[in-house]
């Protein structure tokens, strides 16, 4: 068995890596000369001349300890703060987001064949809705386009858009052909999601139009309950 270790005249390194070396030194029975006098620390330079024994222990518990509560109030935050702000301002952030990556990407309106608009409004609705599709058909559009005073000639989804084009097209050309947009949107509703795709993308066009057309950001959004449903004008 080893009975002699000589370990002197040797660059010691002495940081909380090597902290279980001087740990070792202390308990094991194997004779080491000189361990008092000429074993040096020459890494790094604060530590530069020193015993080896005379490294503190406790002073890298002290900064594992520190660093590991660090570490851990960190994500405790992380994990708390980000489920709540994506839950209070998630649509928000993910709406504005979009705005700043459209004009970086230099996106603008898109060209149409005919700027005259065709329509007084273009209605924006859940056609998956079977409560939301009757009240538009039947009362909506009855009052508004078959009305003695004056019609409306309004732009439905279902009905209005052209066969073969794809869903952005069609969605395009009803807003820019239409002179105002109408959002009915269901509230309490139990069949879902309350605003789908559509109604989304139908947004971010309004919106698009409204910067495209330089209206003031400041505009009036006519709301009223009827009929169970959110009758919307922008």
């Given at each position: 068995a080893l009975q002699l270790l000589?370990?002197?005249?040797?660059?010691f390194k002495c940081d909380c890596d090597t902290s279980w070396?001087?740990?070792?030194?202390?308990?094991?029975?194997?004779?080491?000369?000189?361990?008092?006098?000429?074993?040096?620390?020459?890494?790094?330079?604060?530590?530069q001349g020193h015993n080896i024994l005379s490294m503190d222990q406790r002073s890298c518990q002290d900064i594992y300890g520190s660093l590991a509560f660090l570490v851990c109030s960190i994500l405790a935050v992380t994990f708390t703060v980000l489920p709540l702000l994506k839950h209070l301002y998630g649509w928000d952030m993910w709406y504005c987001l979009q705005v700043l990556w459209a004009g970086h990407k230099g996106y603008s309106q898109l060209a149409g064949t005919d700027s005259q608009h065709h329509y007084d409004a273009f209605v924006v609705f859940d056609t998956r809705n079977q409560a939301v599709r009757d009240w538009v058909y039947n009362e909506l559009t009855v009052n508004l386009e078959n009305s003695n005073h004056r019609r409306f000639y309004l732009c439905l989804e279902e009905r209005d858009w052209i066969p073969g084009l794809s869903c952005i097209e069609n969605l395009h050309n009803a807003v820019y052909n239409s002179?105002?947009?109408?959002?009915?949107?269901?509230?309490?509703?139990?069949s879902g999601e309350t605003v789908n795709g559509v109604i989304r993308q139908a947004f971010f066009m309004v919106q698009q139009r409204l910067l495209d057309e330089k209206v003031s950001k400041i505009y009036t959004s006519l709301s009223c309950a009827f009929s169970g449903y959110t009758f919307s004008l922008l």
């Amino acid at each position: 068995a080893l009975q002699l270790l000589t370990l002197h005249a040797n660059p010691f390194k002495c940081d909380c890596d090597t902290s279980w070396f001087a740990d070792f030194l202390l308990s094991t029975p194997v004779q080491i000369p000189y361990l008092s006098t000429h074993l040096h620390c020459e890494y790094p330079e604060s530590q530069q001349g020193h015993n080896i024994l005379s490294m503190d222990q406790r002073s890298c518990q002290d900064i594992y300890g520190s660093l590991a509560f660090l570490v851990c109030s960190i994500l405790a935050v992380t994990f708390t703060v980000l489920p709540l702000l994506k839950h209070l301002y998630g649509w928000d952030m993910w709406y504005c987001l979009q705005v700043l990556w459209a004009g970086h990407k230099g996106y603008s309106q898109l060209a149409g064949t005919d700027s005259q608009h065709h329509y007084d409004a273009f209605v924006v609705f859940d056609t998956r809705n079977q409560a939301v599709r009757d009240w538009v058909y039947n009362e909506l559009t009855v009052n508004l386009e078959n009305s003695n005073h004056r019609r409306f000639y309004l732009c439905l989804e279902e009905r209005d858009w052209i066969p073969g084009l794809s869903c952005i097209e069609n969605l395009h050309n009803a807003v820019y052909n239409s002179v105002k947009t109408v959002f009915v949107l269901s509230s309490g509703s139990d069949s879902g999601e309350t605003v789908n795709g559509v109604i989304r993308q139908a947004f971010f066009m309004v919106q698009q139009r409204l910067l495209d057309e330089k209206v003031s950001k400041i505009y009036t959004s006519l709301s009223c309950a009827f009929s169970g449903y959110t009758f919307s004008l922008l």
